[in-house]
């Protein structure tokens, strides 16, 4: 992978098919994710078109196939939270430990911080040594486990939880900007730029 062929940009409704794809098996086979039916395209783009007002939504593409996605979303609406996000990373089957996930959150993490954001949180259910591996390299530290607070597969789950500074938190910070209104700005285009270079 990686070449001209190979780009990470902001998603658009068209890639929520593909999405939907590399998003499904999780939900439908595994605990990694807590939903029991997998999203249609159609649900998929509206969370994408949702998502994307307030939130970066990232994908990698390469020679038009999406091989993985990165989003942010609030951590919680309640005012004081507003400059905190959650943040996940899917890749598809077959891609992993290319460094897709490292150069889409990368990405991700460098917007957030343009438009205000100050920490970002990531929420895995246990075990998942890749996923867990994966948080620790991009400098998340562990914030505690939500013990069986989950039932899913014939079994309660736990979900450890963590979080990463995203720039020194500073006094009276200014309301973070959506994503939309900063989407098509140079400084946002030079960070995909570098997180594709990245690959």
């Known amino acids: 992978m990686g070449g001209p062929a190979t780009r990470i940009r902001s998603a658009t409704l068209e890639d929520a098919a593909q999405i939907a794809a590399i998003y499904g098996p999780f939900c439908d086979s595994t ?8 999203p249609t395209a159609k649900e998929m783009a509206g969370r994408i078109e949702r998502t994307l007002v307030r939130y970066p939504w990232l994908v990698c593409e390469h020679a038009g196939t999406v091989m993985g996605y990165a989003y942010a979303s609030a951590h919680s609406e309640r005012a004081a939270y507003r400059w905190s996000t959650n943040a996940a990373v899917y890749i598809r089957d077959g891609h992993r430990g290319l460094g897709v ?11 957030l911080v343009l438009q205000g954001c100050f920490k970002v949180h990531a929420g895995i259910t246990l075990p ?7 948080h620790r390299k991009m400098g998340f530290e562990p914030v505690g486990i939500y013990k069986g607070v989950g039932y899913k597969l014939g079994a309660w789950r736990d ?3 963590l979080a990463r500074d995203l720039q020194p938190q500073r006094d009276e910070p200014p309301d973070p900007v959506n994503f939309s209104s ?8 030079k960070v995909l730029e570098g ?3 990245a690959i």
């Open 128 to 134: 998942n040594p890749a996923s867990e591996a994966l």
């Open 195 to 197: 997180a594709t270079h």
């Open 31 to 38: 605990f990694i994710s807590f939903e029991a039916c997998a």
């Open 159 to 161: 979900v450890a939880w």
């Open 182 to 189: 900063i989407r098509d700005l140079a400084e946002v285009q």
């Open 101 to 111: 996930a490292s150069a889409l959150y990368a990405a991700l993490f460098e917007i």
